[in-house]
């Protein structure tokens, strides 16, 4: 009866110090510098789109919500970015949720904006359909059917980004940025039909669970979160906000550390004196 | 009879069909794929409705029944009506104030339009989803870094050899995640990637086949009528 008020109190300082561990980083951000560092299951990624020539067509599968926005926004971002600058064509799609429409939309005008691209002509939108994996298998039969209007209600078959494509066969790569099961998705049906290299984004703490299919090869690279954003960034030499992120994410990753510590203390204190 | 037969049947044959088409690489085999695909994706269509009607009956039996929390089922009601309100009529605003036609208006007065309605571009339900739903669901999903704080604080505690492990390999990721655990010392990021590679993709596989003969059985059991879960009811 008596700890409970005790760790009431416990809490809402843990609650306090992790918000200043986000607060202060981002207020005094120009004088944290954190060297740049990479790994290889980003760096593939980044190999894997330099790799493609001009002109190659691409899916990019935006399957997140709002939830996960700021987690994954900014290596959708990184990675529109790059592909846009090595003149690739995107097909931009989610099987994820209709909201997932919204941001894809959003994310695909901005980085077209900074990087001077054309909708229709250097990417197209497409609206969200429900099925999940049954969508991943009509795109591997017809991309016209199973899309017949983009997002703007335009016919895809008039749209010059998709000249010479018709199926998934047809493309030379696909990403999947996801905050669910939809890179499992892609896994079993879109790559198993396609045959396309495909790389996978997701946030941190689901990447865990996609490193069996990395060994495997059914995954070229791995994006997990901010981190591996922050990375990408750095690589395409565009440093933005996924680095800036990378400061309070350091600095709560080190506070929740020395919470593990200072509990292990206290819980070997307490057992000591029984 | 046929209530509960049909079913069976139908699943039964789809099931044989469509574990026959996956071998089958002619034409007729893969039109009949797009076709039953395309059935799919209708019958996901209707299962949003069906979605919305679970939503919307849960709540008014919240209200109804007066249950505790019953006034968040009142906000969601009234949230739902708005978004179908402006969903379907996209130029709500617009008819309540009525957009100035730029070529005959001045731009400043299109700019005060925008300032007054706070519409940039794209419709009311865009600015609903901008400024509600994303920050919302920002929100939401944030606080859940403060709970694993607190957590963490209290459960990962040295207690036994394998609780040592899972706390230690915990510290490694944490740090490898982060430029800090290279600032610290430059072998932490590798085995921070030893942790994932090897112990870590040995797990997960483990558990991928096992799920996976897992879905094998239960799909067998579904097209062979031994389970019978999905037809509702009490038999």
Redesign the interface.
């Known amino acids: 009866m008596t700890s409970e008020p005790k760790f009431h109190i ?2 809402w300082v ?2 306090a ?3 200043l561990a986000i607060i202060i980083p981002v207020i005094v951000s120009e004088k944290i510098k ?4 990479s ?2 299951v980003v760096k593939n990624i980044y190999d894997k789109i330099e790799s493609l020539p001009a002109g190659s067509p691409i899916i990019l599968s935006i399957d997140f ?7 994954l926004r900014p290596m959708t971002m990184a990675i529109l970015r790059h592909v846009f600058r090595k003149k690739l064509r995107v097909i931009g799609m989610t099987i994820w949720s209709p ?1 997932s429409s ?2 894809m939309g ?1 994310i695909f005008t901005t980085a077209a904006k900074m990087e001077n691209k054309q909708d229709g002509l250097d990417y197209v939108i497409m609206p969200f ?4 994996s ?2 991943i ?2 795109l591997s ?2 991309i016209f ?1 199973t899309y017949p209007k983009d997002y703007k209600d335009k016919s895809t078959k008039e749209l010059p980004v998709l000249k010479g494509i018709r199926t998934l066969k047809d493309m030379k790569y696909a990403m999947c940025i996801s905050a669910g099961n939809a890179v499992d998705v892609w896994i079993v049906y879109g790559k198993e039909k396609g045959k396309m290299p495909l790389g996978a984004g997701c946030t ?1 703490v689901m ?3 996609y ?2 299919y ?2 495997s090869g059914q995954l070229v690279g791995l994006m997990g ?1 901010i ?1 591996a954003a922050a990375q990408y960034e750095s690589l395409i030499g565009e440093k933005g906000i996924a680095t800036e992120r ?1 400061k309070p ?2 600095v ?6 020395i ?2 510590v ?3 203390i206290v ?2 204190t307490r057992r000591r004196k029984g | 009879m046929i209530k509960r037969q049909l079913p069976l049947l139908i699943a039964f044959a789809m099931g044989v069909i469509f574990i026959i088409q996956f071998f089958i690489p002619h034409q007729i085999s ?2 009949l ?2 076709w039953v ?2 059935w ?2 209708i ?3 209707i ?2 409705l069906l979605g919305i009607y679970s939503l919307l009956n849960f709540h008014y039996l919240q209200i109804f029944r007066n249950k505790p929390g019953w006034g968040f089922s009142l906000i969601m009601f009234f949230s739902f009506l708005i978004s179908v309100v402006v969903g379907f009529t996209p130029s709500l605003i617009n008819v309540i104030l009525p957009l100035p036609e730029s070529s005959v208006q001045s731009a400043e007065q299109v700019k005060e339009w925008y300032r007054i309605t706070g519409l940039k571009d794209g419709s009311s339900l ?1 600015w609903i ?2 400024h509600g ?6 929100t ?3 606080i859940i ?2 709970f ?3 957590a ?3 459960a ?4 036994s050899l394998e609780a040592t492990l899972l ?1 230690l390999a ?2 490694f990721i ?2 490898g ?4 655990g ?2 610290l010392w430059s072998g932490i ?1 590798d085995i921070m ?1 030893w942790i ?2 090897t112990p ?2 040995a797990a ?2 483990a558990i ?1 086949f096992g799920i996976a003969m897992g879905s094998i059985s239960f799909s067998l059991k579904i097209i062979f009528g031994i389970e019978r879960a999905y037809l509702g009811g009490k038999n």
């Open positions: 416990i809490r843990i609650f110090l992790v918000a954190l060297p740049d560092t790994s290889r919500d709002p939830s996960s926005d700021e987690e909201q919204g941001l959003d359909k429900p099925g999940g049954s969508v298998l009509n039969q017809d059917f941190a990447a865990t669970d490193y069996p990395l060994q979160g981190g990378m994410q350091t709560v990753h080190s506070l929740i550390i919470l593990i200072v509990g292990n819980y070997f | 893969q039109d794929l797009t695909n395309k799919l994706m019958i996901g269509g299962s949003l865009d989803f901008r739903i994303t920050p919302l669901s920002a939401m999903f944030s870094g403060f694993i704080a607190s963490a604080f209290r990962f505690r040295a207690r706390l915990a510290v944490m740090l995640q982060t430029p800090l290279g600032m990021p990637t994932l590679s870590n993709t997960k596989r991928l």
